[in-house]
């Protein structure tokens, strides 16, 4: 007979008692931790690669390149700028793996990485156009001069992400509570 016709029979013992549960943690640290690890990490080798090929164009000298066109204020501009740029990848890397493990000063970091991005972004653009001679480019150098133009946007849209997204203040408040 099944307990379903028996009146006034209680339900199993496991059916009787919730068993209680953690509450359900966020998971936007672990996706944007992620990212923000791979794409510093990224940044970080892509700056040191920078600086080495820069200091190997100096000693040994090659083709024809941006630096033949430009005002003799541009090389110095942009080694301080890949300085801070790197500097500013340090800061996402490092942030991407605190944020993987939810310390609070990962909010801070990801911001001052953001910031800097977006600045050394902008005065190198800024930079550009008044350092380079691009009447007297060779056409290939002049077009690749343009893409690194175009893709300006693209390189500050993850930062500008960071600043939005990390000024909300439920995440805000999710940041003070990890």
Known sequence: MSQGNVPNVPPP???QYAWPTAPARPVWPIVIGI???????????????????AGAIAKFGTAP??????????????????????GAS???????????????VARMLHLVYALAAIVVASVNLCGQVAA????????????????G????????????????WFSRAKIRSHVTAM
């Open 149 to 164: 133009f175009a893709a300006m946007p693209l390189s500050v849209a993850y930062p500008i992400f960071l600043i939005v």
């Open 35 to 53: 990212i923000s690890t791979i794409l510093g990490s990224l940044s970080v080798l892509g700056g040191l690669g920078g600086v080495l090929t």
């Open 132 to 147: 380079l001679d691009f009447s007297s480019m060779p056409a290939p150098l002049r077009f690749g001069t343009i893409i």
């Open 65 to 86: 390149n941006l630096y033949d066109y430009a005002a003799d204020w541009y090389r110095p501009f942009m080694t301080i700028l890949g300085v801070i740029g790197l």
């Open 90 to 104: 340090a800061c996402l890397l490092i942030g991407g793996i605190r944020l993987l493990k939810r310390r609070p």
């Open 13 to 15: 013992m496991y059916q």
